[in-house]
């Protein structure tokens, strides 16, 4: 009799074995339903640079179902139970270009992704104003640029600045010795009859980048606020004096403004047309300065300039004199 009940009980398992392996698997949500049409989305995202970096909390959005999670402190994300449909997924967080992924999914289930994000450059300090010259006929007038940019991700191929209303784009150079990007803008390059007529006008710095194709992004802008017109008159020494005592004395009109200001002194060897002495930020209520040291004998020149807070300038013309 106990014999029969094991035999019988084993004939019941290999039943209920071969019906549980051989059952049709209904449930929509069984990843072993030859129906079940869900995913997984799965990747890591770095910076473009070299080397490359995980990067933390960038939002990935799976369009198709909205779904969206963020990368951890090792740069990785996982989208689960996703809808087996084609698609995109985006990439985003801020101070990173935008990056958008399509996802074809063919028969495969899993999909993994490796994406990189261009880090957009920052432009720490800009500095655009206006500059007239006096020892110039017409005068000279012009606009300087000047830029700092941090590029963490070394890839700027270049910076412009650019002026949609004046029709303006025009590159700057990079000094390695200055750390920035620079250039001068002519006032025949402005389009304008006068230069006073950028006053209020906003200029804008773009960077480019070495990306196939080249990504530009406004990273900032200046405006200029005033043109100096007026010019420092009476200067002595004068042109073509001779100076036989030292330190040398330079002496001006005294010059009335009604905005801050200072001034700038520069003095030049004639022979060379180097530069031999500089001095800023001399005080708007001064009517003279003495240098701090002696000059070799030789023929020189010095020009002074007025220079507002903003850094617009002008400059007087150029007194030529002797030691």
């Not at 007026?230 to 010059?255: A, C, G, K, R, Y």
């Amino acid at each position: 009799m106990k014999r029969r009940l094991q035999f019988f009980l084993l004939i019941i398992s290999v039943v209920l074995v071969g019906i549980s392996c051989n059952a049709p698997r209904t449930n929509p949500l069984d990843p072993l339903n030859p129906d079940y049409n869900y995913g997984t989305i799965e990747g890591t995202v770095l910076t473009i640079g070299i080397p490359s970096f995980e990067i933390s909390d960038v939002k990935v959005l799976w369009e198709n179902a909205n779904l969206i999670t963020e990368t951890d402190a090792n740069g990785r994300f996982r989208l689960n139970n996703i809808p087996i449909k084609d698609g995109d997924i985006i990439f985003s967080k801020d101070g990173y270009k935008p990056e958008t992924l399509s996802v074809a999914w063919g028969s495969s289930k899993r999909y993994i992704s490796l994406t990189f994000l261009n880090r957009i450059p920052t432009l720490d300090t800009v500095s655009i104003y206006t500059i007239i010259k006096y020892d110039f006929f017409p005068l000279q007038s012009e606009l300087f640029v000047k830029a700092w940019i941090t590029d963490l991700d070394r890839d700027v191929d270049s910076v412009f600045v650019v002026n949609e209303t004046l029709n303006l784009r025009k590159p700057l150079t990079y000094l390695a010795a200055e750390g920035n990007y620079q250039t001068t803008i002519m006032e025949s390059e402005l389009n304008v009859n006068d230069i006073e007529q950028t006053i209020g006008l906003d200029f804008s710095i773009i960077a480019k980048d070495r990306s196939v194709p080249p990504n530009e992004f406004i990273i900032g802008s200046d405006r200029i606020t005033r043109v100096i017109k007026d010019e420092i008159t009476e200067l002595h020494p004068s042109t073509d004096s001779t100076v036989t005592s030292q330190p040398v004395i330079f002496n001006w009109n005294e010059f009335e403004a009604g905005y801050d200001f200072s001034y700038l002194i520069e003095v030049f060897s004639l022979s060379s047309f180097q530069l031999v002495y500089t001095q800023t930020n001399i005080s708007s209520d001064s009517i003279s300065y003495s240098l701090p040291q002696n000059l070799t004998n030789g023929s020189y020149y010095w020009v002074i300039w007025i220079v507002d807070q903003f850094q617009n300038r002008s400059r007087s013309k150029p007194a030529h004199f002797r030691i």
